[in-house]
């Protein structure tokens, strides 16, 4: 692992590491499944588009950190953006934790529906 020199934050990405920007990138250019507010990633995430990691360091997040991300052995992802604009990633390292996570997402927008 590298050393981080990440300037990131206060902002949107506060607190996040380099991949749920990279996710969140990605989410901007049709990527990942919608469900509700969430959008999931299974792996290979393929976030290595060079016009999202140049934002990514335009953002704040050093090189290695960016790097670092395709280090990380999850079986999924999910990012959301919250009622206040800041977003948020979740990392799932089995496929049933991805699975029940994404089972509890469609149950949520099954029920908000179901309340409209």
């Known amino acids: 692992m590298s050393t981080c020199t990440c300037k990131v934050g206060p902002g949107k990405f506060e607190g996040e590491p380099a991949m ?4 969140w990138e990605s989410v901007l250019n049709g990527g990942g499944e919608s469900v509700g507010p969430y959008e999931f ?7 290595d588009d060079p016009e999202a990691v140049q934002a990514a360091l335009d953002y704040g997040y050093c090189a290695a950190c960016i790097a ?19 977003v948020y990633l979740a990392t799932y390292a089995t496929e049933k934790r991805y699975l029940k996570a994404l089972d509890c997402a ?3 927008e099954e029920e ?3 309340g409209e």
């Open 112 to 114: 908000q529906g179901e």
């Open 68 to 86: 670092d991300y395709d280090d990380d052995e999850s079986y999924g992802l999910v990012v959301w953006e919250s009622d206040q604009g800041f």
């Open 41 to 47: 990633f299974k792996r290979p995430y393929g976030f």
């Open 106 to 108: 469609e149950a949520e």
């Open 20 to 23: 749920a920007y990279l996710a």
